[in-house]
DNA sequence: ATTTCATGACTTTTT
DNA sequence: GTCATGAAAT
């Protein structure tokens, strides 16, 4: 590593000394002498390399699917150290996610060795922005030591808001005027800023006063919400000239990753750093924006030019991760788009296999045909982790889990609720945030009464009114109370104790280690206690969790620098590695790849989603039209689109259209297939055959919908065309202008309906150690008792999922 | 104060 | 159909 030597020794990281002429000279002096070529530039291509090397000015590097992104990011910090044009300590990088900070900082260790340790100014747009306010709380009218409101203590506090201001929460509920406000906070407004339009429309004008509201209780209990963390800092800069100036002195260079994500308060905050230096460095692909639904503006990315003048852009299109044909598929796809700024992505590889697009009759089979599919690919030999199911809504996971259950194949649903918003993660946290400051009144509100300790709404209303009338924090209030005659003598006893094991745990914290104190905390409040006594399927995972919260709090220092850590890093490492299907939503696999890709539910209504259309119109369907790009492009060597012709919606069964994005793909590289497991596999899973002859009477107009029209003008041609049959048989229904055809996986089965109990019939076995009307447990459906046996297969009527078919092996005995 | 019942929503999700 | 949430019943 010759440029940890180029390094100055003398100043300490922070300093600012600028000197690096000198150094600079001496490392462009080595280059041009055709030194031997640093190591992080070995293997980049010449459009990444001049990425890299483009160190002034503002750059735009447009860095299409699987072109090496990161590899650029992490190449230029490089450069910058090795080029000795900055200290690690004047580098900005930030990104979206805690992970992708965390891969950031790994791969940069890997590239300049520990000099990574000198760069604090790496992390997400919040983490970052919290460092800036805690630097200067006092300019924006926050204490030292303000706490970072999580989404429930939002709510909590717009619902005592609400109240107070007698309006109707059914009408206009919490939840709702959060994200209003969330909506605005990332448009860069506060509340003198919103529009007076704007703010009339929630609760009949009282919009915006309950967005100024809201703030001002913000204030008042010393806290910030993440909005404020970027808002609040772009008013401290604009106030005050000097912090502003220090921060341009300070970054030399400023790198962002996944800048098509950026909303406007993000830019704006961006902007004012990035006029000190000019030097910004923005990555990000226009093709793979897919939050606008969360603020994220496109436009931002699109503006770049002119938002930064003398900007340059580098496209970067050569792409590394999949063959042709997958390649070939995406670009078509994405190209109906309008308003991009256009990339064609190329690669060397080979055609390899053609995307294929499937059709099963209803979700269910299509849940079987996939599941079938990856069995196969497991017998010959693919990793279970590299195969991956990209579902559009969530609600979709549930039939392939069930499926994987019953098959007893691995898999991970990644996302979900995240680890530290489970709801014992949350109210652990909130003891220890009691314990840890005393006037947290959020947190103290929340477990008052978790477990169940008779401390009911009427109490913790007295409790409020003696805060309010006082002016204490609601601990110290119930402590009032308890000396008072107010209370029932019941309960004054319950809530003394509670105040009492407060200030005892903060006795104790000064001379246990926090993990410790953690565990003294769980077990006398009693909180490990009620989860013990609970019998729900959950409740060995939720006290699994609890140990894995304390395990995690072993790295920190002290309770209080745990609870700021966590307050920013709402996600935990979920134990990767094992080999298991994985299954997650489009919008989680960003950034991700996997060799084999299935993109189950291509239907329209689903996908693209009707509400995307509903509610955004055209920008709607662009966003979800990425969401379909991005999806294909996590492939490496195999993308599997599939289509049912029913689904049930809201608990009804309705017909559905084959998505018109199947339509916008090019036929040269793409294969229709039929669906496997025609007769014999078809059928429901209740094993019914009444349901067998339902599917027959719904099946005629769509099972063989050709899609060579519009999504909807499919629906109407075969609503109209009373002929057009199921009967269309094996040979792949019928096309019309000979277009590609779809046929459902229904449409071949031309004989009776054969139900899957043939399949279970023909799996006897040895005799089974488990006996009808025991109780066993399950580890995803909880207790239930055995219903039927057949041989390697039970039939368990569990108490709170209902009755399920699964492998024995998955069930113990209680 | 707690349990049970009914109502309504039901895309995506980070910080 | 299923889950969460809020109001009536206990």
Redesign the pocket.
């Known amino acids: 590593m010759p440029q940890s030597r180029r390094h100055p020794a003398g100043p300490a990281p922070d300093s600012p000394a600028p000197r690096p002429g000198g150094i600079a000279a001496r490392a462009s002096a080595a280059l041009a002498s055709g030194a031997p070529e640093a190591s992080y530039l070995a293997g980049l291509n010449p459009e990444q390399r001049e990425a890299v090397e483009t160190l002034e000015g503002p750059l735009l590097v447009l860095a299409g699917a699987g072109t090496g992104k990161t590899r650029v990011l992490t190449a230029r910090v490089a450069h910058i150290l090795a080029s000795g044009r900055a200290f690690p300590s004047q580098i900005l990088v930030v990104t ?4 992708a900070a965390r891969e950031m900082k790994e791969r940069i260790h890997a590239m300049v060795g520990d000099q990574i340790e000198g760069m604090p100014w790496l992390g ?4 970052i922005g919290v460092r800036i306010l805690r630097r200067h709380h006092e300019l924006v009218g926050l204490k030292s030591g303000f706490t970072i409101l999580d ?1 429930d203590d939002q709510i909590r506090l717009l619902k005592q808001l609400l109240a107070a201001e007698n309006i109707d ?2 009408r206009w509920p919490a939840r709702l005027l959060a994200s209003t406000i969330d909506g605005w906070k990332n448009r860069g407004l506060s509340p003198k800023d919103v529009p007076a339009g704007e703010g009339a429309v929630f609760a009949n004008g009282k919009g915006g006063m309950l967005y100024a509201a809201y703030q001002a209780r913000l204030k008042a209990l010393n806290a910030v919400d ?2 404020d963390l970027l808002l609040e800092g772009i008013r401290l800069f604009r106030e005050n000239p000097d912090v502003l100036a220090e921060y341009h002195k300070r970054f030399k260079y400023l790198l962002v990753d996944e800048y098509q994500d950026t909303n406007v308060a993000q830019y704006l905050w961006l902007r004012l750093l990035a006029q000190g230096s000019k030097n910004v460095c923005c990555v990000g692909d226009d093709d793979q924006s897919i939050y606008g ?2 603020g994220a503006e496109v436009d931002n990315i699109l503006r770049f030019e002119s938002d930064f003048p003398g900007a340059k852009v580098i496209r970067l299109e050569r792409n590394y991760r999949s063959t042709g044909h997958i390649l070939s598929s995406a670009s078509h796809l994405i190209a109906h788009n309008e308003g991009r700024l256009g990339k064609t992505l190329f690669s060397e590889g080979e055609d390899g296999e053609q995307v294929s697009v499937t059709g099963a009759w209803d979700s269910g089979e299509e849940a079987r045909a996939v599941g079938e599919e990856i069995e196969q690919l497991q017998r010959a030999g693919h990793k279970l982790s590299e195969i991956a199911i990209l579902v ?4 979709q996971m549930r039939e392939f889990e069930d499926r994987f259950v019953t098959l007893g194949m691995p898999y991970r649903v990644i ?1 979900g609720p ?1 680890f530290y918003e489970r709801a014992e993660i949350r109210d652990a946290l909130a003891y220890l945030r009691c314990v840890n400051s005393p006037a947290d009144d959020l947190a103290f509100e929340r477990i008052v ?1 978790v477990p ?8 913790v209303k007295q409790i409020h009114d003696v805060a309010r009338a006082a002016g204490l924090p609601l601990q110290e209030a119930a402590r009032v109370l308890t000396q008072s005659e107010e209370l029932k003598p019941k ?1 004054r006893g319950t809530l003394r104790g509670l105040i009492e094991a407060f200030d005892r745990w903060r006795e104790q914290a000064r001379a246990l280690p926090h993990t410790e104190l953690a565990e003294i905390v769980l077990d006398e409040s009693g909180y490990t206690e009620m989860w013990q006594k609970d019998r729900s399927a959950e409740a060995a995972g939720r006290l699994e969790n609890l140990k894995e919260l304390v395990r995690s709090m072993e790295p920190f220092e002290n309770l209080p620098g745990f609870l700021e850590h966590i307050s ?4 935990a490492d979920n134990g990767a590695g094992e080999d298991a299907v994985q299954v ?2 489009l ?2 696999a960003k950034g991700l790849e996997f060799d084999t890709v299935f993109l189950p539910g291509w239907e329209e209504g689903l996908f693209p ?1 009707q ?2 259309l509903d ?1 955004q119109g055209k920008a ?1 369907l662009e966003e ?1 039209r990425r969401l379909a790009y991005v999806g294909i492009t996590r492939a490496r060597a195999s993308a599997r689109i599939w289509f049912a012709s029913n689904r ?1 919606i ?2 009804m069964w309705n017909s559905t259209v084959p998505s018109r994005f199947l339509d916008e793909l090019p036929d040269a590289h793409v294969r229709v297939e039929e669906s496997r497991g025609g007769a014999g596999w078809g059928g429901s899973s209740y094993g019914g055959n009444s349901y067998g002859q339902s599917r027959f009477d719904r099946a005629e107009p769509f099972a063989a919908s050709s899609y060579s029209t519009p999504g909807w003008q499919r629906a109407q041609a075969s609503r109209a065309r009373p002929g057009g049959g199921f009967s269309g048989g094996s040979s792949g229904g019928f096309s019309e202008r000979g277009g590609k055809s779809y046929d459902a996986g229904g449409g071949r089965r031309g004989g009776p309906t054969v139900i899957e109990g043939t399949l279970i019939a023909s799996s006897t076995g040895a005799p089974s150690a488990f006996k009808p009307g025991e109780r066993v447990f399950h580890i995803k459906f909880g207790y239930g008792e055995i219903t039927g046996i057949d041989g390697n297969k039970l039939t368990v009527l569990f108490d709170k999922a ?1 009755e399920k078919r699964v492998l024995e092996t998955f069930v113990e005995k209680t």
């Open positions: 979206f996610t805690n992970k997400t747009f919040h983490s989404t929460e059914k993440f909005g639904w969360r559009r809504a969530s609600f996302g995240r009464n169940k300790r008779g401390i009911g709404d009427a109490t309960v920013l890093v709402m996600d997650m939503t919008h989680s989603h509400r995307a509610e709607g979800e049930r809201h608990g209902g």
